[in-house]
């Protein structure tokens, strides 16, 4: 099946204090897992993504790690801010060119 | 710089009528094209994806159509829309062929409300 899995659906955090997003997938074959950053009424817009042929990026406060064993991937975001407030999504390929999206995480930091 | 644009911005339309929503892609040659389609609150759901002129893939069946009657323009219509419809639509395009690999730049989206 082509499924990915985004845990938790919604996640408040403190400012200043870290957030982790998890997401997995089904398909073995998925080597490419992007994360995009949607703030209310807007468009969706890349902020990380990670290849299969690494375990770990770090792009600011913004790192993603990468268990191909477990079929599983992760956000975490250090040193939360207000403006990092918005739905976040985790995607992994799948067939025909196509991503597998998460349902999405609903990240509140309060100030 | 690359520009996407989407019109109309929103479109408040009646069950049973026509719809049409359009897409143009400025400042790339043969761009990948897609439209995603999202409930509000919800995922976002790939309906189509071109990667040129005159050929457009379905992905999912939404009683939707679409085309690429230019290299820089992308069209999703109905002849009859449902409450279903609903939602929030993106353009989409990325540089080289498949999403998969590829960065998507999203259009600013057509909300749509079928009453």
């Known amino acids: 099946g082509e499924q990915v899995e985004q845990l938790p659906s919604i996640l408040r955090v403190q400012e200043g204090s870290s957030a982790s997003i998890n997401c997995s997938y089904e398909?073995?074959?998925?080597?490419?897992f992007p994360w995009y950053k949607q703030e209310p009424g807007e468009n969706p817009k890349l902020i990380i993504d990670i290849r299969s042929n690494m375990e770990r990026k770090q792009i600011q406060e913004l790192i993603v790690l990468l268990d191909k064993k477990a079929k599983r991937f992760s956000l975490h975001i250090t040193d939360t801010q207000p403006g990092d407030s918005a739905m976040y999504f985790c995607a992994a390929n799948g067939d025909n060119s196509k991503l597998i999206w998460g349902l999405g995480t609903s990240l509140v930091v309060n100030p | 710089a690359q520009t996407i644009h989407q019109w109309p911005v929103a479109e408040i339309k009646a069950v049973g009528s026509p719809l049409s929503l359009g897409c143009t892609i400025k400042g790339k040659s043969s761009p990948n094209l897609y439209w995603y389609w999202q409930a509000t609150g919800g995922t976002l759901q790939q309906l189509f994806y071109s990667i040129t002129v005159g050929q457009v893939e379905s992905v999912v069946q939404l009683n939707l159509s679409a085309s690429r009657p230019k290299d820089d323009q992308f069209i999703l219509s109905t002849e009859k829309l449902l409450l279903s419809h609903s939602g929030f639509y993106l353009c989409?395009?990325?540089?080289?062929?498949?999403?998969?690999?590829?960065?998507?730049?999203f259009g600013a989206g057509t909300r749509l409300s079928v009453l």
């Open positions: 989409a395009w990325s540089r080289d062929w498949g999403a998969s690999q590829n960065t998507l730049y």
């Open positions: 398909d073995s074959a998925s080597n490419y």
